[in-house]
């Protein structure tokens, strides 16, 4: 049997009369990924703010790890990390500084021999002594990334960890999520693309008007609609292949 990481139920948030959250149903399954889709402004950082404990819903409840969030906040914040919207990282130190300070923060062990395991599990070793403020955004998010994982946190929220990075960049970033996701850690994370969705997520809820009108495993949403009509036609390329192609990488 799956052990449940997350259940949400009949949460509601609002901020003055602007109702968000009315009153959002679901259940993440241990060790896997799951993916909030929703466009600009559906809710969904208000809900990884309740989730992880930064902010306080009106209604309906949430369990992370066993703990409610707004009972056991404490409890909560020891079993998750949170890599935001708009990256954590600190410009003015190197991408090593970054992590070892993390480390000290959360009183770990070894914070340098952590930080240098880290550098080197996302490709920063070279980059590990230049300032943050020099990286390119995909090795800015990879820092990210890797700032939230001191530690080894069970539970990760991912708030659009790919928004603003180039397409190289995002696939790295999946590859990276789905190590996450494989050693066991469980991957909250929300986007507004539903090929990162499509590429990652092993069940997809869709938030819209406050609710979530549309939950299930990619094949459990397809099945939802009718299939198209077969017709024969020269597959094109996406833009994306053309791409990837042009500067020599392939979509693994
Ligand atoms: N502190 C706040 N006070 C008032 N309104 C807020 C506050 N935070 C968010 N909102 C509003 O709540 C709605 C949901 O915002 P939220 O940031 O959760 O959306 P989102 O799905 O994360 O959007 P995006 O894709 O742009 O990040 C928006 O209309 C936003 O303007
Ligand atoms: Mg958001």
Redesign the pocket.
Known sequence: MQKTAIQVKDLQKS??S?D?LKGVNFNVEQGSIFALL??????????VKILTTLIKQDGGTAIVNGFDVALKPGNVRQVISLTG?FAAVDEMLTGQENLIMIARLRHLKNPRQLADALLTRFGLTEAAKRRASTYSGGMRRRLDLAMSLVGTPPILFL??PTTGLDPEARIEVWKMVKELADSGITVFL?T?YLDEAEQLADHIAI?HEGKIIASGTLTELKKLFPAAEVEYVEKQPTLEEIFLAIIGKKEK
């Open positions: 901020y003055k602007l968000v929703g466009s600009n402004g559906a809710g969904k950082t208000t809900l919207q708030d659009e929300t507004q938030l």
